[in-house]
């Protein structure tokens, strides 16, 4: 980053200094150079020589100059600090999932337009290394089959976060919508559910496993999201093709397709870099990015799902 970079980049804050804010947005902030970290908003936690507030109200009071904050928070509690954001007139980075309901989003970006701010609903997956290559891929062939496999183990990835067990935290489909969010993003064809099972620990409002069954066109795609998931982790697609099998892994890192490498990374890798690049353009361009196709696909899978309960869950 040079110094002119940073005179002209955009002051902006944090908001909810947990797990992801602190392994990829402060990094990739740190890295950026259209971007500065001006401020942190957290009830608990706080950043060497940042300024930091224990509210958001705190922050709009007490620095004018910061224009754009990123929500890291749960998503049950996004909406409010989003409306807040946009009512102060700062543009909003939304976490995934961009928030606990569908109308709530909606309702944002009707508020956003608005007041003339950039709201954007991030999907940190879409910016896999190897998204791009396995879309276009796909592009030229038809599909004939699918396979899901994104089985995690929640006491490794998601410790001590009691709002993923509570209702509008998702359970399994907080990784569960990284997938969903890929797939919607390189099948060249719409996808719809056809059936569902939801597995509910007794103990738990959210869901720790689900099984799925969608169609794109006439292929049917399996989904298999498991937060039970010991030894390797597995976030994995195949799709098997007229001319081909297509594989990604590592959550979108490594691609290859007919025998050949298309990509190879690391999960996670720089998708936060990307996101950055992104909102950085959006808001040159005073432009607003949410697609709300994975959520709604989570909202049909709670729809049209069986429900089942299942063991107790105990951290
Ligand atoms: P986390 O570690 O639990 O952090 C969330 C932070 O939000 C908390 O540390 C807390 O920070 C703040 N917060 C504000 N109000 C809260 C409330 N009512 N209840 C709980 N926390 C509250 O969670 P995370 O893993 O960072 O996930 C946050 C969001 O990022 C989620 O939407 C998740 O899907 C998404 N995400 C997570 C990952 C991952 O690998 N963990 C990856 C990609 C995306 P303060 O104490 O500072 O206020």
Known sequence: MT???TLAATPIALVGLGKIAIDQHHPSILKSGAFRLAATVSRNAGLEGIPAHKTLAALIAA????TAVALCTPPQVRHA???EALEAGLDVMLEKP???????????IDLAAARGRVLFATWHSRFAAGVPAAKAWLAGRQILRGTITWREDVRRWHPGQRWIWQAGGLGVFDPGINALSILTEILPAPLRLTSAELEFPENQETPIAAR?????GAAPIAA???FRQEGPQSWAMEFETDDGVLSLADGGATVSAGGQNLSQGEALGSEY??????????????????????LKHVADAFMLGRRLTTDPFIE
């Open 3 to 5: 110094a002119t970079d």
């Open 63 to 66: 620095q004018p100059e910061v």
């Open 81 to 83: 600090m989003a409306c």
């Open 98 to 108: 961009p928030g606990a309901t569908i109308a709530e989003v909606e309702a944002l």
């Open 212 to 216: 799925l069954s969608y169609l794109t």
């Open 224 to 226: 298999d999201f498991d």
């Open 273 to 294: 870099d990307g996101l950055y690049a992104r909102f950085a353009r959006l808001i040159a361009t005073r432009t607003s990015e949410v697609d709300l196709s994975p």
